[in-house]
């Protein structure tokens, strides 16, 4: 079975752009969490979206934003993107019910120029 | 708040040395606990978890306790192989919540042959 695929794998940007970076949960996995890796440290929580909704938010500006879709898949959107915003963006997915593990994917590597 | 706090890295170690990396917590009450192992460019996989106080979490000769009176939760293994070689991020998700996981900085592990 597939597991967490991201897309695209690397993305250079320039500052003031805005960016979509895209995530296809494991089948049957119905819950995506968005993290940001920035170099050196550990992820941090950006987003948790469950059945279309959004059931957690991180510490991040409004900037970020983002979707699910009815296929569970999910976009995670940043605008005015900002130098600072240079990271590995992780995607996880888990079947939805409490307790349940979270699964990553690769990542998506976004260099902002 | 909710925290972890893991030993900073480097950890150089040789083949079949003994590891432990140390992790302690912050939380209210009864986190779930994880350890996470991410290899050169590519996402998080979970190594191992414990989900209440005194469980021993274990996984392809790693093992960790979930010590509730010294809020830690140490990971060790008795004999270390070059493919060990990663960063090990030690986790937990607070008590009654199910949609961030709060991640340590990460500590990097070489394995000298």
């Known amino acids: 079975d597939a597991g967490v695929t991201q897309s695209p794998t690397h993305l250079i940007k320039t500052r003031g752009q805005h960016v979509t970076l895209r995530c296809s949960p494991i089948s049957g996995h119905k819950s995506v969490s968005w993290y940001q890796q920035v170099l050196g440290q550990g992820p941090q929580f950006i987003f948790q979206?469950?059945?279309?909704?959004?059931?957690g938010r991180g510490n991040f500006p409004d900037r970020f934003s983002a979707r699910q879709f009815p296929n569970y898949s999910s976009e995670l959107n940043v605008n005015a993107l900002l130098l600072g915003d240079s990271a590995l963006y992780l995607c996880a997915s888990s079947g939805g019910s409490f307790g349940q593990p979270q699964h990553f994917g690769d990542g998506t590597r976004l260099s902002i120029l | 708040g909710n925290s972890v706090t893991q030993m900073e890295g480097p950890v150089t170690l040789s083949e079949e040395a003994f590891l432990t990396i140390n992790c302690t917590y912050t939380?209210?009450?009864?986190?779930?606990l994880f350890w996470y192992v991410q290899y050169p460019g590519e996402g998080l996989q979970l190594l191992l978890k414990a989900t209440k106080a005194d469980d021993k979490g274990s996984n392809k000769g790693f093992e960790a306790t979930y010590r509730k009176e010294t809020t830690s939760f140490h990971l060790e293994k008795g004999s270390v192989q070059v493919s060990d070689s990663a960063v090990y991020f030690c986790?937990?998700?607070?008590?009654?919540?199910?949609?961030?996981?709060?991640f340590g900085k990460g500590t990097r592990l070489h394995i000298l042959p």
């Open positions: 939380a209210t009450g009864y986190p779930s």
């Open positions: 979206y469950y059945e279309k909704e959004e059931r």
């Open positions: 986790a937990l998700r607070p008590m009654n919540r199910d949609d961030k996981i709060i």
